[in-house]
């Protein structure tokens, strides 16, 4: 990961948890650092008239990070792993109103910078992905929690080893596997 001081982040979300607010104060700081730069891993390349942002991105994961109960991380790969999950989330959630809006659900349209055009394209495409990651998840965990720290949260094989405390050919394999089972479910 870009974090070189894996330790600072542990030791924030510790104090965190013990209700340092200078604590929490300093870990927005360090995570919104390192969420940017997971959230434009996605924007990265994309064309600039997406709907959702690295911005956007950022403050929806942050939220729904800070919305959990303080203290419940146990370190910083533990954090991670959690952010991985809630960017997956907010990335879902602004395709299903995306999804409603051209069916006429939602007539207010605020347009934010570069982050879905690939699944906006196919407006389908990342509600697929994400009920064949469910389906995946209830047959091969590891799996599917290798493809959301690899696509969703834009680690490398080393670093969602180090998240999932297992070696990087047993990522390895499992993100082939998983790429080979999404590519057969969603007939790609």
Known sequence: MADDRPGDITLLLRRVGAGDAAAQEALYVRI?????????????GQPG??????????????????????????????????AAMAMRSVLVDHSRRKRAAKRGGDMERVPLDGLAAPFEESAGDLLDLDEALDALAALHARAARVV?????????????????GVSKATVEREWE???????????R
């Open 49 to 82: 008239d997406a709907t959702l942002g690295t911005t956007a991105l950022v403050n929806e994961a942050y939220l729904r990070l800070a919305g959990g109960p303080e203290g419940e991380w146990k370190d910083r790969r533990h954090f991670f792993a959690v």
């Open 32 to 44: 919104q650092e390192r969420l940017r730069e997971l959230a434009n891993d996605f924007v990265r």
């Open 148 to 164: 959301e720290l690899r696509f969703f949260a834009g680690l490398t094989c080393p670093e969602a080893a180090d998240v999932l």
């Open 177 to 187: 596997f998983a790429r080979a089972w999404l590519r057969e479910r969603l007939g």
